[in-house]
């Protein structure tokens, strides 16, 4: 029977981050089992081998470790059956979102940390393990195995690029896109609109074969500028209008894309609605038919031959609200 693990969720969105880690584990694992899931978390059961590829790619979620079970603030007594690796301890506390506000956090602790210091030691300063304790629906403790690297993250937003768009999207909610669409290692992925290419680095960076096109030249040469800054490789790309894209990029694995939208796009005089209509009807003829694309656009779309699997949205300002797509071809 496989090991348990706790992710601990990123606040940003409600559900966005449960699709990611189900499509992380889609893609890194041979089988998973998504155990019990609630405010601020997801508890999968997979084989602990995969644990080190799952958390390299991830992007919304704060931690993940093995799970130490679930408690109720009054029972805490099945904490004296759980034996820790070997080393000294302590115990982190949070409450999701402000939950569990008439619970002392600090004597829960207390008694949590003398039933499980009863093989251990406690050291609060520099323990060897780090046992979270995360206060939402029920008590949740689980070891903090893994950190995302979210200052990785952040190296790479847009203004630290030499070429880059202040309406770009941040590298974590690219990698998500990506994890959302379960994109495997190795793997091809096109962005139709790759614009300066931060779908397409992130792509690049998690080990996928990435693609780009765009209608507009100047955004290739920048997107390729990109890549040469953090030592990364484009398998392909081409400059080409989206009409055009299935017959020079067929067979796609999966395509993700953030398309233009504002006032400020260049889109050579067409309307940007009409831009839509024809990604629509191309993007299913570049994809191979079961795989997945998550397309982000200012509104729903519906793609006609492909199944809309889930839909996020994210409030960006007063007039944009991002949605994200997950389609299956």
Known sequence: ?????????????????????????????????????????????????Y??????????????????GEYTPDDISGLSDVELPEGSFAIRA????????????????RNAGALL??????????????????????????IED?????DLLDKRKVAERPFFSPISLHPKYAR??????????????????????????EAAEMGMKAVASDFDEDMIIGCQENLDFYGLKMHDFDVLDIGDIAERFPDMD?????????RSTKTGGEKIEEIYRRAGEVVPKCMK?????????????????MELECMFLQRVHGSLTRHYHIFRN
């Open 176 to 201: 998500a896109l990506i994890n959302m669409a379960a994109v495997k290692r190795g793997q091809t992925v096109l962005d139709p609109f790759c614009g300066t290419g931060g779908i397409v680095i």
């Open 289 to 305: 038919k079961g795989h997945k694309a998550g397309i982000i656009l200012p509104h729903p779309l519906q793609i006609e031959g």
């Open 117 to 142: 210091s009863k093989k251990n030691d406690v050291n609060l300063k520099d323990p060897d393990i780090v046992v979270r304790m995360q206060m939402c629906d029920k008590v949740h403790l689980y």
């Open 1 to 49: 029977m496989s090991p348990e693990f706790f992710f601990e969720l990123s606040g940003e969105s409600k559900d966005m981050p449960i699709t990611e880690v189900k499509g992380c584990l889609e893609a890194e694992t041979d089988s998973f089992e998504i155990v019990s899931k609630g405010p601020g978390y997801v508890v999968a059961s997979f084989d602990e081998k």
């Open 146 to 150: 893994k950190i995302t690297e979210t």
């Open 51 to 68: 644990l080190d590829s799952v958390a390299d790619r991830i992007a919304l979620s704060h931690s993940i470790g093995r799970y130490l």
């Open 254 to 262: 999966a395509i993700c894309t953030d398309p233009p939208y504002g």
């Open 94 to 109: 949070k409450r999701f979102e402000g939950m569990m506000k008439d619970v002392d956090s600090q004597k829960l602790i």
